[in-house]
């Protein structure tokens, strides 16, 4: 880090232009700065460019923005003195959080509304959130109380505070995680349909998906054969069963949740990536000041609408297994309908799937690309964006009405099984059954459902029904 501060030292000193070191920043880059007002500069770089709105983000994504922040300076390609970086994870480790606006960044030039939020923080200025994330504090008087030192920027600092994707790339890791978890809920809740609706394992046999060649499509299907293990309820009507194939939701969800893993799998690689990179600009390289475009949103963008995709998907196969649950179109799956205790006088989870319908009508918006449409910024420079981290957002909002479309799969599959029993399913199957019915208890006459949607929500966000 000190060798390639000692270059940009050098270069805001010599009479040649180096961008954001001693020139203004995107269309006014061709105005160039007195040595004398470098780091003014730069404090008025954080200062103008803070000018984001909305509801502030999570804490949680933006103590990833930090850590992200943190790691892309200490590779030492930024120009920027470890003191830096040092009082960034001073305020991170004292659990001081700035609060940072939701809108403003357009995914391109870094995220440089959401950044410079944290930048006045890191100045002793802006605000940082309270407690409870319900409102906001002084900086200064939090970083006082927490004996830590505000920082005066110096010659590129405010630049490199700022010109980076660490929203995104904070956004992405979190969401991935989140999906992960969402996915182990999909499949167990596709195994517990299953044997609810009484349909066939046959479409699950290896060698069928060994046929396709798709990685996803033979994963989750060696899983769903796997939580199927040991069924009675297969058993119960593997002969003499009138039907020959079983709808799309049930017999296909190998192959469309396998094409979701799939393209998840892409996601997290561009993420991966992203958590070890470097992107502000310009970039210090041996003994170059080298200007280019890392800075640029779209390998995280694509990503994240891929993201939204393949959610939307989850959580759309999902509502339709749900709605083959309730409809009572089939007299072979021994389902009264709506699994009402007695229909007509009780509605059952009849509306638990319009609330289903609902999300995934909400899901289908958030998965149209924000990343497929340009708005130009910074007087026509700054020409072409990403804008990523409405992508992330829109991900962010899909997956959490995915995982209420999972629970209702989850509730009516839940309920489908006591119509078999005594028959068990497999070991999986019960295993998350029980864990289902330590939350929510079987339905016997009608009652709200939003409690039941709540908590079986809560256990698929945790991953609980994983085994």
């Not at 954080?46 to 790691?71: D, K, N, T, W």
């Not at 599959?413 to 295993?431: F, K």
Request: proline share 5%.
């Amino acid at each position: 880090m000190r060798r390639s501060r000692n270059v940009v030292e050098v270069a805001a000193a010599s009479g040649e232009a180096h961008y954001g070191i001693n020139t203004g920043f995107g269309s006014l880059a061709r105005r160039r700065i007195e040595t004398a007002d470098v780091a003014e500069l730069q404090r008025n770089l954080i200062r103008s460019h803070a000018a984001g709105v909305g509801e502030p983000l999570p804490r949680e994504v933006v103590r990833g923005m930090m850590l992200l922040l943190s790691a892309s300076l200490a590779r030492g390609l930024s120009g920027v003195r470890p003191e830096l970086v040092d009082v960034i994870l001073a305020v991170l480790n004292a659990g001081i959080t700035p609060a940072v606006p939701s809108v403003g960044s357009v995914g391109a030039s870094g995220d440089l509304a959401p950044l410079a939020a944290i930048g006045l923080v890191l100045m002793g200025e802006g605000h940082v959130l309270d407690g409870d994330s319900t409102g906001a504090l002084p900086a200064a008087a939090a970083l006082a109380a927490a004996g830590i030192r505000t920082i005066s920027l110096e010659a590129k600092e405010g630049l490199a505070i700022i010109n980076g994707t660490h929203l995104m790339a904070a956004q992405g890791a979190l969401r991935c995680a989140a999906f992960t978890s969402l996915f182990d809920g999909a499949i167990i809740a596709a195994a517990m349909s299953m044997d609810a609706a009484r349909a066939t394992d046959a479409c699950l046999d290896a060698r069928l998906h060994a046929a396709r060649r798709q990685p996803g499509q033979e994963m989750v299907a060696a899983r769903l054969r796997d939580h199927l293990a040991g069924s009675q309820i297969v058993e119960s009507h593997r002969e003499n069963d009138p039907r020959v194939q079983d709808p799309y939701s049930l017999r296909c969800t190998p192959q469309v949740l396998g094409a979701a893993w799939d393209a998840y799998m892409y996601v997290r690689a561009a993420v991966e990536r992203e958590l070890g990179a470097v992107t502000d600009n310009p970039l210090v390289l041996d003994t170059d000041i080298v200007s280019g475009g890392n800075f640029h949103g779209m390998p995280l963008a694509i990503a994240l609408d891929t993201l939204a995709i393949a959610i939307a998907h989850v959580a759309g196969i999902s509502e339709r297994r749900t709605f083959w649950l309730l409809a009572g179109h089939d007299p072979e799956s021994h389902l009264r309908p709506y699994l009402a205790g007695k229909p007509g006088l009780h509605s059952g989870l009849m509306i638990a799937q319009y609330t289903a319908a609902a999300c995934c009508n909400e899901i289908i918006g958030l998965a149209a690309p924000a990343s497929v449409a340009n708005i130009s910024t910074s007087a026509g420079v700054e020409d072409y964006n990403s804008f990523g981290p409405r992508s992330a957002a829109k991900a962010r909002r899909a997956l959490e009405l995915a995982r209420h479309v999972i629970a209702i799969e989850l509730l009516c599959a839940a309920q489908g099984l006591e119509a078999h029993r005594p028959l068990r399913s497999g070991a999986g199957v019960e295993h998350a059954h029980a864990i289902i019915r330590a939350v929510v208890p079987v339905l016997t006459d009608d009652r709200p459902l939003t409690p039941d949607i709540e908590a079986i929500s809560a256990l698929v966000s945790r991953g609980d029904l994983s085994r």
